[in-house]
């Protein structure tokens, strides 16, 4: 059965880190297009970060860029998202998704998605 499992949300100060992992069982993550999304309250769910399976290219939504990054760590099947210089405009609660045929920018950009996790929160403020 496939399951995608978050983990590493919490609450942090303005300018803070976190890393969030997305775990896989059931299935090999390396093969799928795995996607970070957020939802705000009163927002839609937005693409945050996404990498390519095939070729490992990543995309960034603007609001992002030059603060979070996107890594795979095969050996333990997880995705992880980095998240530096947090603002209190990236309180949100983040999932983690995948899609065997997408590519990471139509994933994040159409939220081309086959399966979603639960999601962890993510709350910055002072």
């Known amino acids: 059965q496939l399951r995608l499992v978050e983990s590493g949300g919490g609450l942090v100060q303005p300018g803070g880190s976190l890393r969030l992992s997305c775990a896989a069982s059931?299935?090999?993550?390396?093969?799928?297009?795995v996607g970070w999304f957020r939802q705000a309250p009163g927002t839609e769910r937005e693409g945050v970060s996404c990498?390519?399976?095939?070729?490992?290219?990543?995309y960034y939504a603007d609001s992002v860029k030059g603060r979070f990054a996107i890594s795979r760590d095969n050996a333990n099947n997880t995705v992880y998202l980095q998240m530096n210089s947090l603002k209190p405009e990236d309180t949100a609660v983040y999932y983690c998704a995948v899609d065997g045929w997408t590519s990471g920018r139509s994933m994040c950009v159409h939220l081309v998605v086959s399966s979603w996790g639960q999601g962890t929160r993510v709350t910055v403020s002072s």
């Open positions: 059931g299935f090999t993550l390396e093969q799928y297009t």
């Open positions: 990498i390519s399976k095939s070729d490992g290219n990543t």
